[in-house]
T-cell receptor
Framework: NAGVTQTPKFRILKIGQSMTLQCTQDMNHNYMYWYRQDPGMGLKLIYYSVGAGITDKGEVPNGYNVSRSTTEDFPLRLELAAPSQTSVYFC????????????FGDGTRLSIL | DAKTTQPNSMESNEEEPVHLPCNHSTISGTDYIHWYRQLPSQGPEYVIHGLTSNVNNRMASLAIAEDRKSSTLILHRATLRDAAVYYCILPGTYKYIFGTGTRLKVLA
C-alpha cells in the first residue's frame, strides 16, 4: 500500500523561484491537507481540501496556492519562494473529518537560499 | 478549537511503562481525543483516538478522565523505537492543531 506519496523528498530553491510540491494518495480519501513544520515546532496547516474542486485556507496560507482537480492529487505551489518558506512540508489525507485519523506522507524538505 | 497542554519532554527506561499526560480543559462534548507520534525525520503517525471510554490497540492504550479534561497515553513497554514526539490533538472542524508535543526519550 503506497498511502500518501510526496515528491520531491528534497529541494533547494533560489529566492523568487517557483515550484510545485506533489502529493497523491491511493486510499480514496476525500479530505487532504498540507502542513509545514519549522525546526523544533509543531505542524501548521497551510491549506486543506474536503473534496475535488473544494479548497480552503488553513492557519498559514500566505505565499502558497493549491488546487484539487482529482480525489487523488493535491499539489501545493510556491509562486515566489522566500527564505521564510524554508521548512518541511507534509501532506496528509483522511477519510473524513474529526474522528477519522489522518495519514501523512514522509515530507518534502525545502530550502530557499 | 479546544487547546491541549503537554509536558515538553519525558524520559523512560526501556521496557518500562510510560504514561504521557495531556490536559484539555476546554474540550467540548463532541471532541475526540487523538494521539499521534512523529519519529525523527518522518511524518506524524496515528497512534490512537477515543471519545469517552478507555481505548486499547496494538500500539498503546488511551485512558480518558471521567470529566474528559485530561487523558493519558500509555505505552506498556517502551522500546528504543518509541523515542519520538507525541502529540495530543483535539481535531477541530477539518483541521488539527499541532502543538509542540512531548518529546519522549527512552533510555537503554
Amino acid at each position: 500500500n503506497a498511502g500518501v506519496t510526496q515528491t520531491p523528498k528534497f529541494r533547494i530553491l533560489k529566492i523568487g523561484q517557483s515550484m510545485t510540491l506533489q502529493c497523491t494518495q491511493d486510499m480514496n480519501h476525500n479530505y487532504m491537507y498540507w502542513y509545514r513544520q519549522d525546526p523544533g515546532m509543531g505542524l501548521k496547516l497551510i491549506y486543506y481540501s474536503v473534496g475535488a474542486g473544494i479548497t480552503d485556507k488553513g492557519e498559514v496560507p500566505n505565499g502558497y496556492n493549491v488546487s484539487r482537480s482529482t480525489t487523488e492529487d493535491f499539489p501545493l505551489r510556491l509562486e515566489l519562494a522566500a527564505p521564510s518558506q524554508t521548512s518541511v512540508y507534509f501532506c496528509a489525507s483522511s477519510y473524513g473529518q474529526g474522528t477519522m485519523p489522518q495519514h501523512f506522507g514522509d515530507g518534502t524538505r525545502l530550502s530557499i537560499l | 478549537d479546544a487547546k491541549t497542554t503537554q509536558p515538553n519532554s519525558m524520559e523512560s527506561n526501556e521496557e518500562e511503562p510510560v504514561h504521557l499526560p495531556c490536559n484539555h480543559s476546554t474540550i467540548s462534548g463532541t471532541d475526540y481525543i487523538h494521539w499521534y507520534r512523529q519519529l525523527p525525520s518522518q511524518g506524524p503517525e496515528y497512534v490512537i483516538h477515543g471519545l469517552t471510554s478507555n481505548v486499547n490497540n496494538r500500539m498503546a492504550s488511551l485512558a480518558i478522565a471521567e470529566d474528559r479534561k485530561s487523558s493519558t497515553l500509555i505505552l506498556h513497554r517502551a522500546t528504543l523505537r518509541d523515542a519520538a514526539v507525541y502529540y495530543c490533538i483535539l481535531p477541530g472542524t477539518y483541521k488539527y492543531i499541532f502543538g509542540t508535543g512531548t518529546r519522549l526519550k527512552v533510555l537503554a
